[in-house]
């Protein structure tokens, strides 16, 4: 309908179950989430793990891509 400006109200709640949905289990072995929402934008969050670290505990670049 055109001139309809009705938006939907997105909860983290709601983002996270989408991510969850949507990732590939690689991914969510990763336990992300999302920790803020707001206007256009999203806060995801990638808690450190020594999982996928590599040597020296610096994070390898596919895990944070993976984020």
């Known amino acids: 309908m055109p ?9 983290t709640a709601d983002a996270d179950k989408i991510l969850s949905a949507n990732s590939a289990p690689r991914v969510l ?5 999302v ?4 206007g256009r934008r999203a806060v995801p969050r990638l808690p450190w793990s020594g999982r996928p670290a590599r040597e020296g ?4 670049g596919q895990a944070l891509n993976c984020g």
């Open 3 to 11: 001139g309809n400006t009705a938006r939907m109200t997105l909860t």
């Open 29 to 33: 072995e990763l336990d992300p989430s």
């Open 35 to 38: 920790e803020e929402l707001g």
């Open 57 to 60: 505990d610096s994070p390898s």
